[in-house]
């Protein structure tokens, strides 16, 4: 099948071999599983809050999966689990933003190619063109992967972001998954035109809709995108149509903005049941390889709770040591003091 | 060895060394000019852009002739978006450049404010100081040019008040020169305020030894009282200064330099030495900058403190047209007045 970008070649759209469609469901499995259980752990007291992910895991694997982890960066929000785990986050210390360890995730971002946790949601979309532009600068190869949704496509650093690296060239997939709400508002309040994908004729650059729930739609589709920003085509937009199935977090409740019925028909097909179909269909898997894959989520949700609840607070001095790289009297004073006056009570 | 002795004995030397050699008369547009020129001469990770920074040279010139001289990836320009911008230079800085990014004047800070606020500022902490941020934004600042609105403004307490900044404004073209440099060779964000109206007015600048960079700086020693200003202000109250020594008032002139961190040790020294003190700034009154420094003189100086500290500054009101302008800006009467104000408080 010919890529929607002309300049992707052929030989770099070859199809995903059984082995490769085998490891998106066990990804997409663990990631279902720790994502049902993070909402578990919240409701048991293990975690404060957490943005579930569920029904995002084709969009979010998909999409991860095409990632080059020697050469790429990618920038997300705060609803990327699926995208952190099939990276190759550790999934502790990622998971320890929601432990409200710390507010970036304890993960180092530079040797695992993921920003640190955002909560301005479109604030990291620039950043994304920033450091793609520098890829340029150095005649550098990586492509960055900017993860945003249809509430952040609102917001005007996004039309910044796209504008800056069309006229730039910059390598940047801006990966947007519209799952239908941000938080209570529907797309249909949110985006006009209903697509995002349909802004990038306007900054002259290719953009496309996919099927945000078909996980080899969407990692093609990433795939193609990855493969004309890093030869030197400048930015692409995908927009991978998927459902938010859960609360937008933990203290959201959803009865009050759409109806069970509602979740019902607009989610669609399940997608990590559309994989499990395809795989059987082409005999690429049986039942004993779920049997398996469902058994590993368990066994890997396992050791990130235990790890999770062996985080302790981080130690308060660490308030005052990563303001600065090079602190100030006036913050050496306020330390001091929170130090004497903490120890007296 | 107080910073503040060092600081008086600094400029004495200075003014020995500038009759000596080493020293160029320069501009404070073409000290920043030739600084921006040595940085990206001696770090080929530094970037300079911004909105007409390359082949215009930016709309003050301060760019000018860099983008010839070291090459459309080095220098250039940017779209309209000081968001983009912004937002920009946190991604270079996160792929190991040295952003040092121009937004074109003040008020235009404002549609950046949460790259500046929300991610420069926080990155560092964010990512537990993986990814720092050595981003010096540079900003044409404060009043004084009969310009449009949005052109005259002064954010110093806004950006001091904001956890991870550093801020820093010269008021000589040698401290622009050595700031500059200095600024951008730091690990952290810093805003750097250029005092727009003092572009034009030359100076000595010694190229070779820039002395202490951190801290304030006696620009004048005085025994009766102490004149802190920064950017535009230093100048005025040098005129002020010089009037009062005609009436037998000796003033010392404070440049603060540094609005974060403001180094309260010069304060303590020099107000513990004149007893009393006037602080000058162009932005609003009301929780400006003035503030801050009050509050340090008079945890330091408190005993021996003969006035409250006073405060000589623009109006709680938007910065005005140009017609006003003179109204609204310090002018050497409302400075003299307030000298006046304190020499005469009697306690009780």
């Known amino acids: ?345 | 060895m107080s910073e503040s002795t060092t600081a008086t004995l600094e400029t004495a030397t200075r003014n020995e060394a500038t009759t000596k050699t080493q020293s160029t008369r320069l501009s404070m547009q073409q000290a920043l000019n030739r600084a921006l020129d040595e940085i990206l001469s001696a770090d080929p990770r530094t970037v300079v852009f911004g909105e007409d920074c390359g082949q215009l040279g930016g709309v003050f010139r301060i760019t000018d002739g860099l983008q010839a001289k070291h090459g459309e990836s080095r220098v250039f320009d940017t779209p309209l978006a000081e968001s983009g911008i912004l937002g920009m230079s946190v991604g270079l800085a996160m792929a190991g450049f040295h952003p040092i990014p121009e937004v074109q004047f003040d008020g235009f800070a404002y549609p950046a404010i949460n790259q500046i606020v929300c991610q420069i500022a926080r990155m560092n902490y964010r990512s537990r100081g993986k990814l720092p941020m050595p981003i010096t934004l540079r900003v044409p600042s404060f009043g004084g040019i009969r310009a449009p609105e949005h052109h005259g403004e002064s954010l110093e307490a806004l950006f001091a008040h904001v956890p991870g900044l550093k801020v820093v404004s010269p008021s000589d073209p040698h401290d622009a020169y050595h700031l500059l440099k200095y600024a951008a060779s730091r690990p952290d964000p810093v805003i750097f305020m250029e005092p727009k109206s003092r572009y034009w007015q030359k100076g000595d600048v010694d190229t070779s030894d820039g002395g202490t960079l951190t801290g304030a700086r006696i620009v004048r020693p005085g025994r009766h009282l102490t004149l802190v200003a920064w950017g535009a202000m230093v100048a005025r109250c040098m005129q002020v200064a010089e009037l009062a020594a005609e009436d037998g008032i000796d003033v010392e002139v404070l440049d603060l330099r540094w609005l974060k961190p403001i180094d309260a040790q010069a304060l303590a020294t020099s107000v513990g030495k004149t007893r009393r003190a006037v602080v000058v700034h162009e932005a609003p009154l009301t929780s400006g900058l003035g503030a801050e420094v009050a509050q340090l003189i008079t945890q330091s100086c408190f005993d021996t403190l003969k006035a409250p500290v006073e405060r000589v500054t623009g109006f709680d009101v938007p910065y005005p047209s140009g017609d006003l302008e003179d109204e609204y800006i310090p002018n050497i009467d409302r400075i003299l007045l307030g000298i006046q104000r304190v020499l005469e408080y009697r306690r009780g």
């Open chain 1, 1 to 345: 099948m010919d890529s929607f970008l002309p300049a992707v070649a052929a030989a770099d759209a070859a199809p995903l071999a059984s082995e490769q469609l085998r490891e998106l469901y066990s990804l997409m499995a663990a990631v279902r599983y720790l994502d049902t259980s993070a909402v578990a752990w919240q409701r048991q007291g293990i975690i404060p809050g957490y943005a579930p992910e569920l029904g995002q895991e084709a969009a979010q694997v998909g999409s991860a999966y095409a990632f080059d982890t020697a050469h790429d960066f990618a920038f997300p929000t705060y609803r990327e689990m699926g995208v952190a785990r099939t990276m190759g986050v550790d999934m502790v210390a990622y998971m320890s933003t929601h432990k409200a360890t710390w507010h970036g995730g304890m993960y180092d971002p530079l040797a695992s190619r993921l920003a640190p946790i955002q909560a301005v949601v479109a604030g990291s979309v620039l950043h994304a063109v920033g450091w793609a532009h520098g890829q340029t600068l150095s005649g550098e190869p990586g492509v960055a992967l900017s993860y945003f949704g249809d509430g952040a496509s609102s917001q005007g650093d996004v039309h910044e972001a796209m504008n800056f690296a069309a006229v730039m060239k910059a390598p940047v997939v801006f990966f947007i998954q519209n799952n239908g709400w941000a938080i209570s508002v529907p797309t249909e309040r949110q985006v006009a035109g209903g697509s995002v994908a349909a802004r990038a004729a306007g900054y002259g650059i290719p953009g496309i809709q996919v099927d945000g729930n078909d996980v080899v739609a969407v990692y093609e589709a990433t795939r193609d995108a990855f493969a004309h920003c890093r030869a030197g085509n400048g930015p692409v937009v995908v927009e991978a149509m998927t459902y938010r199935r859960g609360p937008h977090s933990t203290a959201d409740d959803p009865g009050r903005y759409r109806s069970l019925d509602d979740e019902r028909i607009d989610a669609g097909k399940d997608p990590l049941e559309r994989l499990r179909e395809r795989l059987l269909a082409v005999g690429a898997a049986d039942d004993a390889f779920f049997a398996a894959a469902h058994q590993a989520a368990r066994i890997e949700e396992e050791a990130i709770r235990t790890g999770i609840e062996a985080l302790g607070p981080r130690p308060g001095t660490e308030m005052f040591d990563f303001v600065f790289q090079e602190t100030t009297p006036a913050l050496e004073n306020q330390a001091t003091r929170w130090r004497e006056e903490s120890e007296h009570v």
